[in-house]
């Protein structure tokens, strides 16, 4: 029950709106059909009134018009002049200013009068300035009138004749060299042509220098460089003709490249030391003078000993040490602070020889080459060598006759000699039987 009471004023609500909506509308259609009739009145009542003053003013024009005629008659009975062509050019003009009216009286009663003044005064003025001694002033102009709108763009004209040549223009700028193009075959050689007409014999020359053999000054004519180092030499060469100039290396006809008459050897190594020779030449004849070049080379080693050198009880040891330099490096063998072994030590060539080595000549040698650029060093040890007691038997037999020669061939439970070969040498022992 208490849900049906709130669905019943919901619908009540809605009846009540409906109700309203449509007394709105037909309120509203009944004010819309009244101002339709008063608006179809009103301009009933204006185009009445339109056609009442369109007639009143057509018997005005018309009275005015017969004024007119008679006073033209009147004052120039010789000129035909039909006013009436011009009143019927002139009325259609008038009705149809009347007949645009847009329903506002005031405005078009106002056009209406402006228009009829105006052709008054056209008729007055060809009356009035064609009398005599009438001269009319015309008026100020009137304001401009807005500009019209542009008019349509007219057809297309017909295509005009072709123009005369114009005059030649300057040559435009030289364009971009173009890349260069493969070289073409060697043309067919020409034919000799024939010899010109021989010419005038000159005028007597001035006296030449007299001709002279080629001379040539060096310097230094000797050089001493270290190594990567450069060298340079100078050669001067006077003669007429002037004679030219080249260096080669002594042995080598191979010239060497060079400057301004100059030698220089960048860079230098040992293998650049030699003689070179700078040659002058001429038509009488050639000279040379001869440089040296002595490039010096630190030491460096060529051979060093082994680190471990082994050697026997007894023997001798040898380590070899050889060096490579400019000035030739002096190798010396040194043995720390202990000095070398007296008697039989020998030092040639850069090698190391000690005779009947023992134990204490074991340990670290040292081999060093030097010269007045420096020094290079290598070290060594020479270790000793102990040999444990080894005896070899050889000739076994029996003494005084013959017997076995083999071990363990000789006869049974006999005694024999036979020869025991030691490390130190052969020495007599004796075999027991077996």
């Known amino acids: 029950m208490d849900n049906c009471v709130p669905d019943t004023k919901m ?29 179809f009145t009103r301009i009933e009542s204006v185009a009445r009134d339109l056609r009442t003053m369109d007639t009143k003013f057509s018997l005005q024009i018309q009275q005015i018009r017969d004024i007119l005629r008679e006073s033209s008659a009147s004052s120039r ?16 003009v008038v009705r149809r200013s009347v007949d645009t009216v847009n329903g506002n009286e005031s405005i078009s009663l106002y056009d209406l009068g402006e228009s009829i003044k105006r052709y008054v005064r056209s008729i007055m003025k060809g009356y009035i300035c064609q009398s005599p001694n009438r001269v009319c002033v015309a008026g100020s102009p009137g304001p401009i009138g807005a500009r019209g709108l542009p008019g349509k763009r007219g057809p ?20 971009e060299q173009g890349i260069k193009g493969d070289i073409g075959p060697q043309g067919i050689k020409g034919e000799k042509g024939n010899p010109g007409t021989p010419g005038q014999p000159g005028a007597k020359g001035e006296p030449g220098e007299s001709l002279s053999a080629p001379k040539v000054t060096v310097s230094p004519t000797s050089d001493t460089v270290t190594e990567n180092q450069t060298a340079t030499f100078y050669c001067s060469a006077n ?11 002594t042995g080598d006809t191979k010239p060497i490249s060079s400057r301004h008459n100059k030698l220089e050897i960048t860079k230098a190594t040992y293998n650049d030391s030699g003689n070179y020779v700078c040659t002058a030449k001429n038509v009488l004849g050639e000279v040379q003078k001869q440089v040296k070049l002595f490039v010096e080379v630190p030491p460096r080693f060529t051979k060093t000993p082994n680190r471990v050198i082994k050697i026997n009880r007894g023997k001798k040891a040898s380590a070899s040490c050889q060096a ?11 043995r720390g602070l202990v000095p070398l072994p007296q008697d039989r030590t020998s030092v040639s060539n850069g090698t190391l ?18 010269n007045k650029l420096g020094s290079v060093s290598a070290l060594t040890t020479l270790y000793y060598i102990h040999i444990d007691f080894k005896a070899v038997f050889t000739n076994l037999g029996a003494s005084g006759r013959f017997g076995p020669t083999s071990p363990g061939s000789h006869y049974a439970n006999q005694d024999h000699d036979g020869q025991v070969t030691l490390s130190s040498g052969i020495q007599q022992w004796t075999v027991p039987y077996t």
């Open 324 to 334: 490579f330099g400019f000035p030739s490096p002096k190798i010396v063998w040194s």
């Open 156 to 175: 297309e004209g017909i295509r005009g004749k072709k123009g005369t040549r114009g005059i030649v223009g300057p040559p435009g700028k030289p364009g």
């Open 239 to 249: 003669g007429n003709p002037t004679p030219t100039v080249t260096w080669s290396r």
């Open 77 to 92: 009975g010789s000129e035909n002049f039909d006013t009436s062509n011009a009143i019927r050019y002139k009325i259609p």
């Open 11 to 39: 619908t009540t609500r809605k009846r009540d709106r409906y109700v309203i909506f449509s007394m709105c509308s037909f309120t509203l259609s009944v004010i819309s059909i009244v101002l339709g009739f008063a608006l």
């Open 353 to 370: 020889d000690i005779s009947h080595f023992d134990l204490k000549d074991s340990g670290t040698y040292r081999c060093t080459a030097s």
